[in-house]
């Protein structure tokens, strides 16, 4: 527990890794925002419909249907 500490210690120390934590944090920050802003041209209620008629997850999709059971 005391490296732990002492790592993170050093986080805030060293310009270099502090700035980079940071920017990390902010690139985070702002998929995070953005991931809840809607695509233009895109209508949600009509893809649920489709992925719901077609009963794809949006996991399955992504995955290839690796994780849908055979």
Do not use: W
Not at 31 to 56: E, K, M
């Amino acid at each position: 527990m005391n490296r732990f500490l002492q790592a993170l210690g050093n986080l805030f120390r060293i310009e270099d890794l502090r700035k980079r934590v940071l920017f990390t944090l902010a690139l985070l920050a702002v998929y995070r925002i953005g991931a809840h802003i809607p695509t233009p041209g895109i209508n949600s209620v009509v893809l649920d419909q489709i992925f719901q008629q077609a009963q794809l997850s949006v996991s399955s999709t992504c995955s290839a249907g690796a994780t849908s059971a055979a």
